[in-house]
């Protein structure tokens, strides 16, 4: 059920930042976290980037004296774990909390027709896009002497300050029209038909808040990979396992209050009141203030006196290594696979709260039961299938989801089951191949990653898959217009609806997406079968320097023009022209 909830947007990033630090930390080899949280349902980002520097070497004259170090190092750091470990709890948390909004706010409360909420799914991810150059910034150019901290504290401050214009302004009455007094929302009546028009507001709130958390995120992956360097072998991936259950529990209680907080009637719940809208984003704003007084009192960033690198240089090492047969074929791969797997149906937000009728509360709950299965999915892969070819891999997953979510679409859209438990059904159960994808794509970054290389590679791949999934975006949407599906009469039977060509309209509106999606599947055969041939590539010295230049041409169009295109969608000058499924302006 792609869509509303952004069914597979959200799985594709989340685990990512836990597997791939487990895997670099096994090989003893530097890490840079991948993905993590786009919210199992909306790019619930967790970090998504990480840096390092040099560990100290460790003496080896003697063992006990060896040993004493170590122990020295891990007394030392672990008393510099505590504030890191806060910071990623706050970060989590002001993610999730963003995140989880869409659903309850965007698509409920304004009542946003399927384009449009696509756009407010996509334009996050130009947000997140731009943790490369967040990263190498902080890597070439350190302020006053610190790499990393100044960064976190520039960036959650803004956020803060983003998150307190949200909370101060009063937000609009409902779409539909309200009786508070008798706990009703009536979908027969519009009550203002000019909420929609508040969605830019507040979207761009949003993603700028989101936009400097990020540097917040990129400067703490590379504290976290610096502490964790510096621990003992006995006790090395300590903190790094410590920082993804705070970003995972943060995540989760992030997700459960906004489910509980707004699952009133106005916003599509099933409770007969709601917390109002600016306590939940100052209880945001409050998080950003926790974040920056934690980190400013309690996060420590050894690299004092550090001085500003060669930024030219350093970026013609990337170059260079980029345009290898190994890595550009993989990075090919990764990114028309981000693209055609987030081609999804506009319908889906208006099939999940018109016909399924799932609650706020509802999404959230199954977003959580979801993360459990993609530990599931990803101990399956590990135990049985960790050696087998990873096209196979990507092949069996990509198909196991398309099966799943368009069935449960088609017994939904056809009136045979509609039930929100039902619903989500699909989004549990494709929750364990998808856990699979992540994890193999993790895999294939470490092994075709050239060493000291791995900060900028990292940022490239996440920033490829991001640019990737938000082109989806406007693809599906162009595609899909013929069908006129984003409003809601189409599926109130109230207001005329819900007739056999309606249902008929929204399936095809399924289908094309899907089609789409497996004639994309052959540009697997690019994709290295496993670790071996990554060596044989790396070997054969063949690189792709001209493809390799118009790849990297191609995320930079790419990223203006989802980011164009995503506003134009919010913009009601722009979005009454036909072409962006307007009726005309």
Avoid at 352 to 369: D, F
Avoid at 555 to 574: E, G, K, N
Wanted: with cysteine; charged share 20%; hydrophobic share 45%.
């Amino acid at each position: 059920a792609a869509g509303g909830g952004g069914h597979s947007c959200e799985r594709s990033a989340s685990g990512m930042v836990g597997k791939l630090n487990q895997s670099r930390d096994a090989r003893r080899e530097v890490t840079l976290d991948a993905f993590s949280a786009f919210d199992s349902k909306q790019l619930d980002e967790k970090p998504l980037h990480t840096y390092h520097v040099s560990p100290p070497k460790l003496e080896d004259n003697s063992s006990e004296e060896g040993a004493e170090q170590e122990e020295q190092e891990d007394a030392k750091w672990s008393t510099f774990g505590p504030g890191l470990y806060l910071q990623y709890l706050f970060q989590s948390l002001v993610q999730r909390f963003i995140n989880s909004l869409n659903y309850a706010f965007f698509g409920q409360y304004l009542n946003l027709s399927g384009i449009e909420y696509r756009a407010v799914q996509t334009l996050p991810l130009t947000a997140y896009s731009m943790k490369i150059f967040i990263g190498v910034l902080s890597d070439v150019l350190p302020i006053r002497g610190l790499r990393r901290k100044p960064y976190i504290l520039g960036g959650m401050f803004v956020s803060f300050c983003f998150m307190v214009a949200a909370s101060v302004r009063q937000k609009p009455a409902p779409y539909y029209a309200y009786d508070r007094d008798n706990c009703f929302l009536n979908k027969t009546v519009v009550g203002n038909p000019e909420a929609p028009d508040a969605a830019l507001y507040y979207v761009t709130l949003f993603v700028m808040s989101l936009m400097f958390l990020a540097f917040a995120d990129v400067a703490s992956d590379a504290l976290k990979v610096e502490y964790s360097q510096r621990e003992s072998r006995e006790a090395r991936g300590t903190i790094a396992t410590i920082c993804a259950m705070c970003v995972d529990g943060g995540g989760i209680v992030g997700a459960l209050i906004v489910g509980i907080a707004l699952n009133g009637p106005a916003y599509g719940g099933s409770f007969c009141w709601d917390v109002p809208f600016r306590i939940v984003t100052g209880f945001i704003a409050l998080c950003c203030a926790g974040s920056f007084l934690n980190t400013l009192f309690l996060v420590r960033d050894e690299n004092k006196n550090a001085k500003a690198r060669n930024l030219k240089k350093e970026l013609y090492k990337f170059y260079q290594a980029f345009k290898s047969k190994e890595v550009f074929q993989s990075f090919l791969v990764l990114f028309v696979w981000a693209v055609s797997t987030k081609i999804t149906s506009p319908a889906a937000i208006k099939v999940k709260k018109n016909w399924a009728e799932v609650t706020p509360l509802i999404s959230t709950i199954t977003q959580i039961v979801s993360s459990f299965f993609q530990v599931l999915g990803v101990s399956i892969l590990k135990r049985f299938f960790l050696q087998t070819a990873w096209w196979k891999i990507l092949l069996f997953t990509r198909l196991a989801v398309l099966l799943t979510e368009n069935l449960v679409e088609f017994l939904t859209i056809f009136d045979y089951v509609r039930n929100p438990y039902f619903y989500f059904a699909d989004d549990i159960i494709a929750s364990i191949p998808e856990s699979m994808t992540t994890l193999v794509a993790g895999l294939i970054m470490i092994e075709i990653t050239p060493r000291g290389a791995e900060a900028m590679f990292h940022a490239l791949f996440i920033t490829a898959f991001v640019i990737g999934a938000a082109l989806g975006s406007p693809i599906s949407i162009m595609v899909t217009l013929p069908f006129d599906i984003g409003r809601d009469k189409k599926y109130l039977a109230a207001r005329g609806g819900d007739t056999m060509d309606d249902r008929w309209d929204v399936f095809y509106s399924f289908l094309i997406p899907a089609a789409i999606q497996l004639v994309s599947l052959p540009v697997l055969a690019l994709l290295p079968r496993q670790k071996e041939q990554v060596r044989q590539f790396r070997e054969s010295g063949k690189k792709y320097p001209l493809l390799a230049t118009a790849f990297i041409i191609l995320l930079v169009i790419c990223f203006f023009f989802t980011l164009f295109i995503s506003l134009a969608y919010l913009i009601p000058t722009f979005n009454c022209h036909p072409f962006l499924g307007g009726r005309g302006c």
